[in-house]
């Protein structure tokens, strides 16, 4: 199930089941979106992107939807194994500053 | 290919010090590099942006005497955290574009305290 912590929501699958983290982005005119893991005490790693002219993209066992019109980017992973368990934020990139502004994020706990 | 590295990864310093935190593409010539901080349990928030071989620009709330950041050449940028404080204890991290595309390749993060 899903939980809202002090500052970072949870999300608890339990291994092999698909897990779906949506965001929330803030700009209609962003034009380019990513997706990013990080663990704990290390940099954000890329899992997948998607500009704004499409709204699937699909990656292994990764897919990214992106809905314009109501500003809503998910990530959906297949299969989900415990490796997977981190903290994952999408990210979108302000159109015409390739500056990227971050969502809140998500922890991704994944039970045996 | 696009590997960015931070040095050092961790650093402890005394508070009223200065200490320097090193960004370098290590693979590739970075015409832009970005600078973010992360509290606990919080996102990303983009500090500056910096182009080789002119001032960064900083976001809003960001002290820029406080922040200092150099792009000295295509390979390196540096952040100096001027007269830390025990609030300025964070997590950063940096980035770097090639100019081709949108991508940012992440460092893997510098942790500061200040003590």
């Known amino acids: 199930g899903e939980s809202v912590g002090l500052h970072l929501p949870t999300l608890s699958v339990q291994e092999g089941d698909n897990s779906i983290i949506n965001c929330a982005y803030s700009n209609s005119a962003s034009d380019y979106f990513i997706w990013y893991k990080q663990e704990s005490g290390k940099g954000p790693q890329f899992i997948i992107d998607i500009r704004s002219n499409m709204d699937k993209r699909q990656g292994q066992r990764v897919t990214v939807l992106l809905n314009k019109t109501v500003k809503h980017l998910s990530l959906q992973i297949a299969a989900t194994q415990p490796g997977d368990s981190a903290v994952y934020f999408c990210?979108?990139?302000?159109?015409?500053?390739?500056?990227?502004?971050f969502g809140t994020g998500t922890r991704l706990k994944v039970l045996a | 290919g696009a590997v960015v590295s931070q040095h050092p990864s961790w650093v402890i310093c005394k508070s009223g010090t200065s200490v320097k935190i090193e960004c370098r593409s290590l693979?590739?010539?970075?015409?832009?590099m970005f600078w973010y901080r992360q509290f606990p349990k919080q996102s990303l928030m983009l500090m500056a942006t910096?182009?080789?071989?002119?001032?960064?620009?900083?976001e809003q709330g960001v002290e820029k005497d406080k922040f200092l950041i150099n792009h000295a050449s295509l390979t390196l940028s540096t952040l100096t955290v001027t007269s830390a404080h025990p609030e300025d204890s964070s997590f950063y991290i940096c980035?770097?574009?090639?100019?081709?595309?949108?991508?940012?390749?992440f460092g893997p993060g510098t942790r500061l305290t200040v003590t």
């Open positions: 990210a979108e990139n302000m159109r015409g500053t390739y500056k990227y502004i």
């Open positions: 910096s182009n080789e071989g002119s001032k960064a620009t900083y």
């Open positions: 693979d590739f010539q970075a015409t832009t």
């Open positions: 980035s770097a574009r090639d100019g081709v595309g949108y991508e940012q390749y």
